[in-house]
Each structure stands twice: as C-alpha cells, then as structure tokens.
DNA sequence: CTAATAGTGTCTATAAGACAATATTCC
DNA sequence: GGAATATTGTCTTATAGACACTATTAG
C-alpha cells in the first residue's frame, strides 16, 4: 500500500455520576498490546471487512466493551502521528464521543470498567487525557445551543433534572426561569401527560421526553438554551 | 497490517469570489488514479515517513496542490467506507477545510485549478460534495460566534469588507451599528493607526487588522458576532 | 453643492436574569 | 401548618436591531 499507517478508532464515553460529568476508562486485557493493564479509552481496529464507516467501529466498540447501543454517539475529531503510539508507529485514532445515562452503564459494564469525573482525571497512556479534553469542550460547546445534554438522561425526565444535566456539563448554574423560557422556544421536549415524579419533600415535577426527531438529532437555537 | 484502509487527506479550500463563498476545485492529473479528468478536491495520501500529523498532510497538499502556505486552516471530520472511492476499496478521508484572501489565490493558482460558488456546484466525484457541504456548514457555525471569516480577507482590512465577508458566509445582510458593537466585544481587531482605504465616491475607511493573538487562532464571542 | 459610503448616536423591541409569588406534595 | 421544591409571573437590565444623523471624500 501507499502508507504503513495503523487506524482505530476511540470512543469518549461520558455519563453523569452524581451531577459530574465522568469519563469511562478500560483497563487494558491484552498482554501483547501497549500500555497493558493501564487505564485508557475504549477503542478498536477499524475492521475494513465488517465496518462500513468509522461510525460503525464506533458503535462495535461501544457493544463490545461496554455492552452498549443505541445510544448518542458522534464523531469528534482524528489524532495522529508517529509517535502518539510508541509500539505501533503512525497510527490515526478518529475518536468519537458518547453521551449515556448512567443507569445504562450500570447495567451494561463489567468489571474492567471505572468511571472519572473529567475533572480529576490522572495521567492516561497515549494522547488519551488530550482526547477526552477534546471530547469534553465539543460537548460544552454543543450543549450551550442544542438538546445535547438530554442524553445523558433516561428517555423520561423532569426539567429540573434537564437543568442538572446541562449545570454539569456547562460547569455554572444557571436561572430557573429562563431556562424553561428558552427550553419551551427549543422546542424539543413534550410532557408525557399525567405523569408526574417527585424526589423528597417537594412538589411532583411534570416529566417529559424528547419529542421524536431529535432522539436522533439535536435540536439547536441559535441563542444558547442556557 | 491489521487492516486494508487507504488514508487520505482532502482539503476544502474556501474564499471569496464576487462576495460569494467559492471552493477551489482541481482536475485530477494522474491517469492511473480514479477520477482522472475531473474537477475533485485537492487530496493526497498520508506519508507516514513525512508528515507528523494530518494536519501536517493537509499543508503539504496545499502546498503542493495550490502553492499556499500560512493560511487558516484546521481539520474538519473523517469521511470513510467501503463505498466511497470504488477504485480503492475501505478509504479514510480526514478532511480538512482552508481559507485564503482571493488576492493569494490568485498568485498561487495554476491553469488546473477553479473556484466555484458553492451554491453553484455540479456533481462532484467520490463525496466531495458531501465534504464540502460539511465544510460550508462547519465554516457558518463557527463565523456567527468568531472572527473566522476575517481570514477570507488580506491581513489588512476595513469594516465594511469584514462585514462584506460575514454576510457572504451566512448569506444574510447584518446591521451595521450591531456589527461594529460586537466587533467591538470581540475585540479582536485593532486599526492600523492613520491607514485609511477609500473606494469610490465615498468617505475612506479606517483599516484594521487582526491582533496577533487571533492570527493563529480565533477569537470567540458566547453571544454571536452577528 | 451632490453622491456615496463611513461611522456614530439614539430609540425601540426583544431577550435574559433576578426574584417574588403561588402550587403541590408529605409529614 | 411547615418544609421542600416545582412552576409561573413580573420587574429590571442587557442586548439587538432600526434608523436617523453626521463626517469625509471626489467631482
């Protein structure tokens, strides 16, 4: 071929684990692969006979190691270089990034899986921290305009719990008020009608559901949800 | 290898031409590739012994395909399958998009290269409209909330042309006033002190240029610049 | 002077944020 | 009733857009 170059493809799982935005990491099984027993993304050879597109690696990773589909994924970004694996030479990682509700994950991981708040993440093997910081920022600055943080809450939520979706992963609180006003221009959520939930000592929240097409694509105003 | 992916880099290199964004198009040299004859993007294979990144592979197409160099420039999103190049079987593309003033494509360009509206485009081999819509919408995303668009123009500019140059990418007309005032917040451009541009029957107009800081990078605005 | 566009100022409409007020539940 | 939070409403401030006004040049 023209070039000796190694694709994979890595995915930056991300879920809330008590209002923070975490990261899942994977320790490393195979003995004769790099950074062997380390903490590090999920990720998998693009497999040109089965794979369609990178997308499709994608999701075959996220089944593979973390039992997961159907869930937001989209691609991020390509990293590469000769020397961002020691072992395998020039390599191009096109990584993308997954948002899940945490009961997902739970259900689904196994034992070599740990989730890390992205802010208290220690050194990772390869490029891997600077991935995840990547993945990160794409996902605040999505969010600031679009339905994104929706995924990473069951398909039923309320709005306060929306609310502490979109605090966590924008990082700051914001007004109550104007955050229904501008969710109620989005345009993206419906009530499902008689139901209610509560938490505690309080008044039951109405829930609601993304309406239809923007369980597959995101809905986006142009002056920011929050 | 553990994979049989052909990976390449392709570029969308975008100016103004009559006030109308336009995508530079070459026609494809090389008998023995696919495609020969028509007018495709500029693209060429990573070279795992030259290149240190796919950015440094995008440069060099540049470079080598349209004598550019020092333009704006940043990778876009990775194109890939089975199917999209028939000759070559599983590709990666890791596209890329560029902008330049049209005064330095004018002085690089060679007798096989056009610019084309990219409103006006006819059929395209591979996915390269595909790309170049992905790069279009890319490039309109990011203008409305940076000061992107100001490398669409020479280094030294006016006002009224910056504002030329975001209505053309967004392909709607701003308010004047408004402009200057965010401009303002931006705060990204600083005047050329007593530099002054006329054009026709008109009062001149003070001329500006980029802070160095955003010559590399750009500068952000959370709450739109138009 | 006029034509033409640069650049500024001001008024109005819209959107965002602060915060009070009300509603609903369990105890 | 009281605690706690959901939800709505209102007031104030900030921002955007419309548009008029002034400034500067060539002829």
């Known amino acids: ?93 096109v990584a993308h990034v997954a948002l899940v509700p945490l009961e997902q994950v739970s259900k ?7 989730l890390v708040s992205v802010n208290a993440l220690r050194s990772l093997p390869f490029d891997h921290k600077e991935i995840i910081n990547a993945a990160v920022a794409r996902v605040r600055t999505k969010s600031a305009y679009s339905s994104l943080p929706a995924h990473l809450l069951a398909d039923e939520f309320t709005i306060p719990e929306l609310q502490v979706a979109y605090e966590a992963v924008l990082g700051q609180a914001y007004n109550s008020s104007s955050f229904r006003r501008k969710l109620k221009d989005l345009d993206a959520i419906e009530a499902v009608s008689g139901q209610k939930k509560q938490v505690g000592l309080s008044a039951p929240a109405q829930i609601y559901r993304l309406k239809k097409p923007f369980r597959n694509q995101l809905a986006t105003r142009s002056r920011g949800v929050v």
């Not at 990720?43 to 006979?49: A, E, M, Q, T």
């Open 108 to 114: 689904a991981s196994r034992g070599e899986m740990k």
């Open 1 to 93: 071929m023209h070039n000796q170059i190694t694709c994979v493809v890595d995915v930056v799982l991300l879920t809330l684990v008590d209002s923070k935005l975490s990261v899942a990491l994977f320790q490393r099984q195979n003995p004769n692969e790099p950074a062997h027993g380390q903490w590090a993304l999920p990720g998998g050879f693009i497999r040109d006979k089965i794979d369609e597109s990178v997308l499709d690696t994608a999701q075959r990773v996220l089944m593979e190691k973390a039992g997961l589909e159907g869930i937001y994924l989209e691609q991020l970004q390509s990293f590469s270089g000769p020397e961002r694996d020691p072992d395998r030479g020039w390599t191009l990682s």
